[in-house]
């Protein structure tokens, strides 16, 4: 069930009308069921993995309270089993292809073996749950079903903000209440998200996806566009549906966390991962950057750390060595990119320094990008390998016509005016405190572009979320 349908606006706003006519001490329940509901439409043999998850997890935080002497024990074995799923689901045909690619036919591989849509986020949740339980930051939930909410949270389940216990489970146990302003500021936030997504990702994805997806066909500039094309798609996709979560959570009362601050606006990679994937960075940095030693040993160590956490957080977003790769890259844009950019510190204050500076950062994560992409190893080569500055003439020959194409250009412009607007302070409340025509034409422009203008059916090769797959 994508955000994305009309199943999907069915089924949320059902939830949301019975959530708010029930009774506080049942919502809860609620939306458990709707949330394993939301997930088993995808396969309802989904349902067995996150149960087992939650189990393990959360009667591991019981049993570490219960018996401290042995609390290592216990957080060791459920670690092992939720990392131990999530490695058979996700990266055992990888691993299995690696080895026999190595010693032919030493390991089964399983072609029925699909991946487990948003495995990797709700996997991460309940881990650090089971080790902010282990460290003391936070009491163990006794509370089972609040619990498997928590896991399970619908609005935010398949793809994140990955959430920490100690700010989204005690939310579930508060008293809610309808408030007007809230529902409208979480509405606004969802036809944004929607807006961003299949009026202008989808319609990118298009054009991506005729050239990545038959790379020895394409050549020269239109590679280069395409792979810059590809950096606004991932960005507007993800955020759009991390502003979709947020903002349906919110109508519901729930607070999420941020995942992105415009990151296309920043001057350093350090600034760029900072505003990137907010909540994932920081689980990294929380419980791999730091138990490694973090920045403590300056030097060699400290490099060793970042390019362990960027290799990583690259299998973590897909079991391929093409991600490896791409994680690799950014790390070595972090320790040298970065080394070069602190020298110029005085130029990234300056207006031109910012421009100049902040479109070398776009360029450099739009070209590792190129892995990030491509299906395989070879593909990827052979992008870059065709990349030059001819061939512009067939520029609308791949999926996008002319008039369709410049208006995407437009509004990618747009999106960038408005986080421009967003950076210097402009908030959605200027909207709220508009007059009441310009408020609503503002509504109706969005909605009505949505529906009028968004990538849907034949046009689209794949309107699924990019980040469903990790």
Known sequence: MLFNSFEFLLFFITVAFTYFIL??????????????????????????????????????????????????????????????????????????????????????????????????????????????????????QKHIGKYALFVSFFPQLVAGPIEKASNLLPQFSENKIFNYDRVRSGLLLIVWGIFKKVVIADRIGI???????????????????????????????????????????????????????????????????????????????????????????????????????????????????????????????????????QSKKKKKKKLFGKIFFGTLIMLLWSASLVFFRANTFEDALTIYSNMNFSGIENLYDFGLNELTFKITIRLLILVYVIELFQELGFTENKIFNAPIIIRWLIYLILSLSTLYFGAYGLDSSDSSFIYFQF
Not at 45 to 73: A, M
Request: without cysteine; hydrophobic residues 45%.
């Open 23 to 140: 009774k506080d001490k049942w919502r809860w329940a609620l939306l458990l069921g709707a949330s394993y509901f939301f997930y088993g439409s995808w396969n309802i043999s989904y349902l067995i993995l996150i149960l087992l998850s939650t189990v393990t997890t959360f009667y591991s935080g019981i049993l570490i309270e219960k018996i401290p002497s042995q609390k290592k024990n216990i957080t060791f074995s459920s670690l092992a089993i939720n990392l131990g799923i999530l490695f058979f689901f996700k990266y055992y045909n990888f691993f299995a292809t690696t080895v026999n690619s190595l010693n032919e036919d030493t390991l089964p591989f399983f072609d029925s073996l699909l991946p487990v849509v948003g495995i990797s986020f709700y996997t991460f949740q309940a881990l650090s749950y089971t080790m902010d339980v282990y460290n003391g930051k936070i009491k163990s």
């Open 207 to 341: 054009f991506v996806s005729e050239v990545y997806n038959a790379p020895s066909e394409s050549y020269g500039v239109i590679n280069i566009i395409a792979t810059i094309l590809f950096s606004f798609q991932l960005y507007l996709d993800f955020s759009s549906y991390s502003e979709i979560a947020i903002g349906s959570a919110r109508i519901f009362g729930y607070k999420l966390s941020i995942n992105f601050i415009r990151p296309y606006l920043s001057v350093s990679f350090k600034d760029f991962w900072r505003r990137w994937h907010i909540t994932l960075n920081a689980w990294f940095f929380e419980y791999l950057y730091l138990p490694l030693g973090g920045n403590k040993k300056k030097g060699i160590t400290t490099i060793r750390n970042i390019i362990i956490i960027f290799l990583v957080s690259g299998l973590w977003h897909g079991a391929s060595w093409n991600f490896v790769i791409w994680g690799g890259i950014n790390s070595i844009y972090l320790v040298v990119i970065d080394r070069f950019l």
